[in-house]
T-cell receptor, first 115, second 113 residues
């Protein structure tokens, strides 16, 4: 039973390039969350999506960042024109129901380094 | 907006000593969850508390949810080296978008032999 799968695990980009991070939730889960974690810091909520819908994007920067969760395929977090401050670990998590207050299952993260 | 603070930020203990981390929310919570993140790893769910004053135990770990549902604590008895990691609380609030979790700042635990 595969857990939350994220790729790439590590990504290096130069300033101005685009970064695309992918997340496949656990089987049967239709809710996906993206969090950002800076070194030695906590997890900052970015966005909550269900299939084809953005439910809460209150934590997303207004510019350069976007997220989607299409009907088919993984959820994608896209960062355009990356800057050094975007260097962080980006974690995806999934859960199985909006009504169930149960746990979030986290992926192993994608660690973005911007040179 | 909602804020969740944890203290202490860091804690070094000798193996066998007890450890406690405290979590405080600026608003009344619907529930609280606790996660553990090993160095270089990802957060792993430990437990969820829902009721006011609730206490739950998992072996050497004791979790408590305050009467006012604004604070929580995690206590580890007789720490072991396997307890090393960062412990995060996450305050949950029911909104139109489901159970929105706000993670605390975390307490990093180091255990020395």
């Amino acid at each position: 039973n595969a857990g939350v799968m994220q790729n790439p695990r590590h990504l290096v980009r130069r300033r101005g390039q685009e970064a695309r991070l992918r997340c496949s939730p656990m089987k049967g889960h239709s809710h996906v969350y993206w969090y950002r974690q800076l070194p030695e810091e906590g997890l900052k909520f970015m966005v909550y999506l269900q299939k084809e819908n953005i439910i809460d994007e209150s934590g997303m920067p207004k510019e350069r960042f976007s997220a989607e969760f299409p009907k088919e395929g993984p959820s994608i977090l896209r960062i355009q024109q990356v800057v050094r401050g975007d260097s962080a670990a980006y974690f995806c998590a999934s859960s199985d129901s909006i009504a169930n207050t149960g746990e979030l299952f986290f992926g192993e993260g994608s660690r973005l380094t911007v040179l | 907006g909602q804020q969740v603070m944890q203290i202490p930020q860091y804690q070094h203990v000798q193996e066998g000593e007890d450890f406690t981390t405290y979590c405080n929310s600026s608003t009344t919570l619907s529930n609280i969850q606790w996660y553990k993140q090993r160095p270089g790893g990802h957060p792993v769910f430990l437990i969820q508390l829902v009721k006011s004053g609730e206490v739950k135990k998992q072996k050497r770990l004791t979790f408590q949810f305050g009467e006012a549902k604004k604070n929580s604590s995690l206590h580890i008895t007789a720490t072991q080296t396997t307890d090393v990691g960062t412990y995060f609380c996450a305050g949950g609030l029911y909104t139109g978008g489901g159970n929105k979790l706000t993670f605390g700042t975390g307490t990093q635990l180091k255990v020395e032999l």
